[in-house]
């Protein structure tokens, strides 16, 4: 007789709650060994020492240092299933993203739908768990995608802790610009006539762009920082440098409002006499590109983490929430994607101490374990639905052509 999906979504659930005490550890692992893009040296090694101990086929340093493949399947037959972890963490502020929830929910939904795997009497697909590295601005999916980790994969997830809970995260294009201005130094108080102020260039080009707000069109976002202002105050400063991030909700707006900084940039070198360098420090050639969220991979989700006890905003709210970027977007317009917030019980925002503490928290773990779940109930769905799974893939070409 044949095992039913919702069979093997229970087996899922209740592997997952087995192994909790394992998943925490995993958490902490992460947690307690912060590490920076492309040095995820530990979380590398835990993470391919868990997935091989527990039956997962690892392949290490998978076209990058720091990434890894690990395969369960019954034969190389059937649909593949991605699961996505991440792991790195922020410079000062440790894992204020909540990579260490993102690295454990991903595990969490492994366990779960290898559990659903070797229960069904049947073959009914395969399962791959990427590790992606250097997600906070390093694109490693973006890299991952250029080295053909994705060329056969038939659809992608992943989750992401938030202050709320949300499937169709606003998640949009992001560039970086580095400008570097050059001057000529000289004694501040004696010879200033003799100098050229290459700070002077990095304020007018950080008010230029600040004034240039109210003109952007909305769902436009740019920032930025001085990161090089010169040295001492009685030198003129000959070097000065701008690191901006800019973003729109779409691609075909990159290029506009890309065009409207750089002017910016360009005019502060012209009124301060300074020449001016601007590099767009793309990955592989590539943006962060907006997340396309599958409509149909969407509702499961919804319909298995109500089972569970979280009941989604509607998609209008959704939609109102705070705006960010990730290369998990890029995955989303080669395959089938999602990619939900789960909320933590935080008012901080990601990117802060106090997210860093929020994502410490037990709580944080139980909410993590049920996103884990719904992940791993939501591949299930699919998995053992061929005609759902020809509908996604049918959605995902209309998104992705318009």
């Not at 909790?20 to 993470?47: G, M, T, Y």
């Not at 086929?57 to 998978?62: E, K, Y």
């Not at 929430?321 to 989303?332: A, K, Q, R």
Request: aromatic fraction near 8%; glycine fraction near 8%.
């Amino acid at each position: 007789m044949a095992i039913s999906a919702e069979q093997l979504k229970t087996i899922a659930t209740e592997s997952i709650d087995k192994q909790e005490s394992d998943l925490l550890s995993v958490n902490r692992q992460i947690l307690n060994h912060p590490e920076l893009k492309d040095e995820e040296f530990k979380a590398h090694q835990f993470l391919t020492d868990f997935f091989e101990n527990a039956g997962f086929n690892v392949d290490r340093s998978f076209t990058l240092p720091t990434a890894f493949r690990a395969v369960y399947s019954k034969s190389n037959q059937g649909p593949k299933v991605c699961v996505i972890c991440e792991y790195d963490a922020l410079p000062g502020i440790g894992h204020a993203c909540g990579h260490n929830l993102i690295a454990e929910a991903g595990v969490a939904a492994a366990l779960g739908i290898k559990a659903a795997m070797e229960a069904a009497n049947q073959n009914i697909g395969q399962l791959i768990v990427y590790g992606t590295p250097a997600e906070e601005g390093g694109g490693g999916k973006i890299k991952m995608i250029h080295n053909g980790c994705f060329h056969d994969i038939d659809f992608a997830m992943m989750v992401h802790p938030f202050p709320f809970d949300a499937t169709y995260g606003n998640l949009i294009c992001m560039q970086r610009i580095i400008v570097t201005y050059q001057g000529k130094s000289s004694h501040a108080a004696a010879f200033p006539w003799e100098g050229v102020n290459a700070l002077d260039a990095a304020v007018h080009a950080y008010s230029s762009l600040s004034l240039m707000r109210q003109q952007m069109k909305s769902g436009w976002k740019i920032h930025g920082i001085i990161v090089d202002g010169g040295t001492m105050p009685n030198i003129i400063p000959a070097t000065s440098k701008l690191d901006y991030f800019i973003r729109t909700p779409l691609l075909r707006d990159m290029q506009e409002l890309q065009e409207k900084c750089e002017g910016c940039f360009r005019g502060a070198a012209e009124a301060t006499g300074c020449t001016v360098d601007i590099v767009y420090d793309r990955i592989e050639g590539d943006y962060y590109e907006n997340v396309i969220t599958n409509p149909d991979m969407a509702d499961l989700y919804e319909k298995n983490v109500a089972t569970l006890g979280v009941v989604m905003p509607s998609r209008a709210e959704q939609l109102t929430f705070p705006i960010g970027s990730t290369d998990m977007g890029n995955v989303s317009h080669v395959v089938p994607t999602i990619h939900p917030m789960f909320a933590i019980d935080t008012a901080a925002a990601n990117h802060t101490p106090e997210f860093t503490r929020a994502s410490s928290t037990l709580h944080a773990h139980r909410q993590t374990i049920i996103a884990g779940k719904s992940m791993a109930m939501t591949a299930i769905d699919i998995l053992m639905d061929p005609k759902k799974l020809e509908s996604i893939k049918s959605k995902f070409k209309d998104q992705v052509s318009s």
